[in-house]
């Protein structure tokens, strides 16, 4: 199993951990990319840890960069194998996590962007344990069709994407809301008028708010 490890910042609060939230940046970006969401997050969650670790895999597109699965072939048969791929990786990553920190999984929560986004809405799911929740920004939910024969857990959602989104089309955020709720998962949408491949402010927003509820301390 590959080993993915990447920025980190420590509870606001000096103390231990007591709940984790893992950050999973966007395709051709890496760790030092979603890191600065903690910044934001922190003064709100003084008890919570962040990391934002790498992808496994150099970006073939932006060899700076790191991607979680190959975009080279976009075939629907192509994705589903390279996300079954990093989603190995990033279970083992979180359970390193859990046992590192010594946190039960409803403590932690997983926070993606774009193809980190499509990870998270991969893995959560399908972790025997149930995470605490997901918040995903301007992604899509990937091989819906096997989400209801694969599930074994359901962690709320939230996501949010931007109607101007020029990389991910703003239509993948109602597919994935129902694609989600088809299989009895709670998913909150938010689509940001005129906002394209980022997150806002308003979108800081709606994850702090929901990242409250689900690992208040």
């Not at 890191?35 to 840890?49: C, K, M």
């Not at 589903?80 to 990093?86: C, E, I």
């Not at 009895?184 to 409250?212: N, T, V, Y």
Request: net charge negative; charged share 20%; aromatic share 6%.
């Amino acid at each position: 199993m590959m080993d993915i490890d990447g920025p980190r910042q420590a509870p606001a609060d000096g103390q231990s951990a007591r709940a984790q939230v893992i950050l999973l940046h966007g395709y051709g970006a890496d760790g030092n990319d979603l890191i600065g969401l903690a910044s934001y997050w922190a003064r709100e969650l003084p008890h919570v840890g962040f990391v934002s670790p790498h992808a496994p895999f150099p970006c073939e597109m932006s060899p700076q960069g790191r991607q979680w699965f190959s975009l080279g072939d976009r075939s629907p048969e192509s994705m589903l194998t390279g996300t079954r791929m990093a989603a190995q990786v990033i279970d083992g990553f979180i359970d390193d996590e859990l046992q590192r920190l010594n946190l039960t999984p409803n403590k932690l929560a997983l926070v993606g962007f774009s193809q980190g986004t499509m990870m998270s809405l991969f893995v959560g799911p399908r972790r025997a344990e149930q995470i605490a929740g997901i918040v995903g920004y301007s992604g899509r939910l990937v091989a819906p069709e096997l989400l209801a024969g694969e599930i074994k857990t359901k962690p709320p959602v939230t996501l949010v994407h931007g109607a101007a989104d020029e990389m991910v089309p703003a239509a993948a955020l109602e597919q994935a809301v129902t694609g989600l709720q088809a299989v009895g998962i709670e998913a909150a949408s938010q689509m940001r008028p005129g906002l394209g491949h980022s997150i806002d402010d308003e979108g800081l927003r709606i994850g702090l708010s929901f990242l409250r509820q689900v690992l208040g301390d």
